[in-house]
């Protein structure tokens, strides 16, 4: 009998991609969700689902790392591309509301804050944007210096 060895599929497979960004998507809720209940137990099982998703990862890399790597970028500029339209239609929001007046004002792209309540799922999606936004461009003020200087 004549026996082939299986051959290796070099093909870049969207299925890896997706269940690494499923699986990591699941391990910063899982780990989300321990920090809001304060569990050890959730918190370990976030950092294994997001040793899974490593896995999967270089899985995906062992595949074709040039597409891999093409994808990666292309989601890379779609995130940044999504951030960087929020932020040219965001504004300062009020962030420190003392007893008589604000004290502090932050950035907030669009749909970071509603009715003076801060989305903390969406700060948290795009928080090294965000990071880098309010470093080099949109610096957090006092409302007694900046450009709201309201409450002399």
Not at 46 to 59: D, H, K, N
Not at 100 to 113: D, E, F, I, Q, R
Request: charged fraction near 10%.
């Amino acid at each position: 009998m004549h026996s082939t060895a299986p051959v290796k599929n070099r093909w870049f497979s969207l299925r890896w991609i997706l269940t690494w960004l499923l699986l990591l998507s699941l391990s910063f809720a899982i780990l989300r969700l321990a920090f809001s209940a304060n569990s050890l137990t959730w918190f370990l099982c976030g950092l294994a689902v997001l040793a899974v998703s490593a896995l999967a990862l270089i899985v995906t890399f062992q595949r074709r790392w040039r597409y891999t790597v093409l994808v990666a970028a292309l989601l890379l500029c779609v995130y940044s591309g999504v951030y960087v339209s929020l932020s040219f239609n965001g504004r300062y929001e009020a962030s420190v509301v003392g007893l008589n007046h604000v004290k502090w004002y932050s950035w907030a792209p669009l749909g970071y804050v509603q009715d003076y309540k801060w989305n903390q799922s969406l700060l948290l999606t795009f928080v090294p944007l965000y990071y880098l936004d309010t470093q080099f461009w949109h610096p957090n003020t006092s409302s007694y210096s900046g450009p709201h200087p309201i409450n002399k």
